[in-house]
C-alpha cells in the first residue's frame, strides 16, 4: 500500500509563489509516476502535471506550463511543485496521486494511489 501526504498549502497573495511536497511511503517509489491535480470549489478534479519514474519527461497542463514545475527526489520518496506567479483561479485543493502505468499522464483514473490532499488558497 502506498500512501502519500502532501504539504505546504497556505495562502498567499496574487503573485506569490509556494512549494508543495507529497511524500510517499513505499521502497519502490521510483517506479510511480507521480502527478498533481487540483479541484476547485464546484469543480471537477484537473490534471496539473505529471512526472516519470526517472524525473526525465514531465507533463504539463497548457495554462500551468511556466508557472509550474515538478521534480521528484527518489533518494527521499518525495515530488515537488513549485508554483509562482500564482492566480486566485490557481485556488483549489491540490492533491499528489501515483501510478504504475507508464504512459498515463493526465487521466486522474489512471492513478491508483492519492493524498489526502493540501488548500492553496491565492488572494486577489
Known amino acids: 500500500q502506498v500512501q502519500l501526504v502532501e504539504s505546504g498549502g497556505g495562502l498567499v497573495q496574487a503573485g506569490g509563489s509556494l512549494r508543495l511536497s507529497c511524500a510517499a511511503s513505499v521502497r519502490t517509489f521510483s517506479s510511480y509516476v507521480m502527478g498533481w491535480f487540483r479541484q476547485a470549489p464546484g469543480k471537477e478534479r484537473e490534471f496539473v502535471v505529471a512526472i516519470t519514474w526517472s524525473g526525465t519527461n514531465t507533463y504539463y497542463a497548457s495554462s500551468d506550463k511556466g508557472r509550474f514545475t515538478i521534480s521528484r527526489d527518489n533518494a527521499k520518496n518525495t515530488v515537488y511543485l513549485q508554483m509562482n506567479r500564482l492566480k486566485p483561479e490557481d485556488t483549489a485543493v491540490y492533491y499528489c496521486?501515483?501510478?504504475?502505468?507508464?504512459?498515463?499522464?493526465?487521466?486522474?483514473?489512471?492513478?491508483?494511489?492519492w493524498g489526502q490532499g493540501t488548500q492553496v488558497t491565492v488572494s486577489s
Open positions: 496521486a501515483a501510478n504504475t502505468v507508464s504512459g498515463s499522464y493526465y487521466d486522474a483514473g489512471a492513478y491508483e494511489y
